[in-house]
């Protein structure tokens, strides 16, 4: 069947079994379908033609799981807006996206956002718990028919550049995404197993690859809007799965907290991804806790994972290859060339990563992430060329928080440098020189500036006032003299 088929089947789940669990109330697969099924209705009297896109603002709540199905049961094309930014930003992003309506929580409807949906003539559907409103009809220019193959389109995480929008159509979900372990489990009944911890945003690569096959397989799940580290524990404690996923920021975050040994005794593995896990913290956990930690690499322009440290080969090889990401998956490729020349480095030799993915076709994907491969085919990341910030999950360029914070009227200049952090990895610090005459403004004055352009994780951990900024010989900031100022100095 197809996506849509499924995802139409997936409604029809047997009602009363328990379907997700958030904040510790279970909502049942009756909820579900009502849910999917009045937002159907609400586009349907809005005046939203069959096939038009839709503009989705999902948070990680039960009722978005919800929307996620329907429009999919209906073969729509679904163009993804990040709910965790300002207002503004929401209403910048409605301004260049095509869209007949406009799906999004209640809370997430600010005058902004609502004035820029009726500029477009969008039909405004409000999400508020389980139930569905709509709140305003969609105008004659908003009713325009999308692709011919539906696609959900989502925002990319910098892999290959900066952030751009990303389709991934109808066709590469079902035959990908619908045939991977996550949907296809073997041997495991998705009535009885245990739920399937969900914490990843809906809108990005992560968060449709284990939502959507969740959703198919009609397993119980459990929805964090955000991952906390209380909550993983509870989760573990209650349904002792044999397998969890852990952010790599968070594998030190476990020992720093000394959780017990015996309340991971149930996990077989950990996976984790999306930025960098430091080789000396991973031994540090696997000789306390006796549990693999299988690494993986992926992008959404990749489509998914791409490179993959599996149970049998952290067996055979975990101890000799300890912080690789493992080996090519099968159809996908990797080299690493020569940043200037484009020709293929010998094993071991650092260099720019390149990746064909089967999922997007034949052709060669250059990355901006530094690695090297060794003669036994694994892969370790080594940083980035383009000088991005890895704060968690998400790769964030200096240069585009400098943009912003020059356009305050406040700041003469700006430099982004990223400093380390134990929990996420890295984080943006931004050194500041006032314009003449100017006092230092208030920071979280500067902290909503940078929110109404971009996304929450741009906003600086740390901020510095300085009179001079530490230059190269050609006059450009020195960043790594001014990553050690933010060591050097008292920090505000």
């Known amino acids: 069947m197809s996506l849509q088929e499924r995802s139409a089947k997936a409604l029809l789940h047997d009602p009363a079994r328990p379907a997700i669990e958030y904040e510790g109330r279970w909502h049942d697969w009756g909820a579900v379908a009502r849910t999917a099924r009045a937002l159907q ?37 679904i163009r993804m807006i990040y709910a965790f930014q300002a ?4 209403a910048r992003n409605l301004a260049e996206r095509e869209a007949a309506a406009l799906v999004a929580s209640a809370e997430d409807l600010a005058p902004e956002v609502l004035e820029a949906a009726a500029h477009r003539e969008m039909a405004v559907v409000a999400l508020d718990g389980m139930a569905v409103r709509l709140l305003q009809p969609a105008g004659a220019p908003g009713c325009k028919p999308g692709s011919t193959e539906p696609q959900i389109e ?9 952030p751009k929008s990303f389709a991934l159509p109808y066709s590469l979900l079902e035959t990908h995404f619908l045939g991977s372990p ?3 489990r073997e041997g495991e009944d998705a009535r009885t197993a245990p739920p399937f911890l969900l914490y990843f945003p809906i809108g990005n690569i992560s968060g449709l690859y284990s939502t959507l096959p969740m959703l198919i397989r009609g397993q119980r799940m459990v929805l964090l809007e955000r991952f906390t580290l209380p909550a993983w524990r509870q989760y573990l404690n209650r349904y002792r799965p044999t397998h969890a996923g852990l952010p790599p920021s968070y594998i030190r975050a476990v020992l720093d907290a000394q959780v017990p040994v015996e309340e991971l005794a149930s996990l077989r593995t950990i996976g984790t991804g999306a930025a960098p896990l430091d080789s000396d913290v991973q031994q540090a956990f696997e000789a306390r806790y006796a549990i693999p930690i299988l690494l993986s690499y992926g992008a959404t322009e990749f489509a998914g994972p791409v490179a993959m440290m599996t149970p049998a080969l952290h067996a055979e090889w975990g101890e000799r290859k300890r912080g690789t990401v493992g ?8 080299r690493i060339v020569d940043a200037e020349s484009g020709s293929i480095m010998p094993f071991d030799s650092p260099g720019l990563l390149e990746v064909i993915s089967p999922r997007i076709g034949p052709g060669w994907i250059r990355t901006s992430d530094v690695a090297r491969i060794d003669k036994d085919g694994f892969l370790f990341l080594m940083g980035r060329a383009d000088g991005a910030i890895m704060r968690g999950g998400f790769k964030l360029l200096p240069e585009a928080i400098e943009r912003v914070l020059m356009q305050h009227p406040d700041i003469a200049e700006a430099a982004v440098t990223g400093i380390d952090d134990d ?3 890295q984080v943006p610090a931004a050194a500041i020189r006032l314009a003449p005459g100017v006092s230092p403004p208030d920071l979280a004055m500067l902290e909503a500036h940078v929110r109404a352009h971009l996304l929450a994780p741009h906003v600086p951990a740390k901020w510095l006032f300085c009179e001079e900024f530490p230059r190269t010989p050609s006059l450009k900031t020195d960043r790594q003299a001014l990553r050690r100022l933010f060591l050097e100095e008292v920090i505000i």
């Open 423 to 425: 929990r996420l990895g």
């Open 327 to 334: 080996r090519a998956m099968p159809g996908a490729q990797l």
């Open 87 to 90: 207002p503004v930003g929401i």
């Open 154 to 162: 989502i925002l990319t995480s910098g892999t290959t550049g900066p």
């Open 182 to 184: 996550l949907t296809e």
């Open 41 to 77: 209705a609400a586009l349907s009297a809005g005046g939203v033609r069959d096939g038009a896109p839709i503009a989705f603002v999902p948070r990680n709540r039960p009722e978005a799981l919800a929307a996620l199905l329907g429009l999919v049961a209906q073969g729509r094309t």
